[in-house]
């Protein structure tokens, strides 16, 4: 076995963690953001809250805190409609192909 393509792997390997825990940081950071936005909605804009539950949802997932998606939605899905608790809920299950929520909502969603 040649080490010197070992090491080079190992670091690489490494260097893929690292990434993937700042990541995970950025995400976490992403989905507080999007948590004051969705406290920022009023009830007059059921939609919006809708996609943004999702959106914190997702992001909570993409951050690897499962726990932290669930108690979110867990307080606020009683806000949204039946749709969105249909879709969240197929999410937390692992119903939902992951990739169809690696990007949320951007720009103006509000109807």
């Known amino acids: 076995m040649d080490e010197s393509l070992h090491e080079q792997a190992m670091h ?8 993937e825990a700042s990541a995970r940081k950025k995400f976490a950071e992403a989905a507080v953001a999007e948590e ?3 406290h920022c909605t009023g009830p007059d804009e059921p939609r919006t809250r809708g996609v943004l539950l999702v959106s914190v949802a997702s992001i909570w997932l993409k951050a690897g805190e499962r726990a932290r998606a669930e108690d979110f939605v867990n307080r606020h899905e009683h806000l949204v409609g039946k749709g969105f ?10 119903q939902l192909p ?3 929520f690696d990007c949320p909502v951007s ?3 509000r109807y």
């Open 12 to 19: 690489r390997f490494d260097e893929g963690l690292q990434l």
């Open 36 to 38: 004051q936005c969705f």
């Open 98 to 100: 992951e990739h169809l």
């Open 85 to 94: 608790r249909e879709e969240i809920s197929r999410m937390l299950t692992g």
């Open 107 to 109: 720009g103006d969603v």
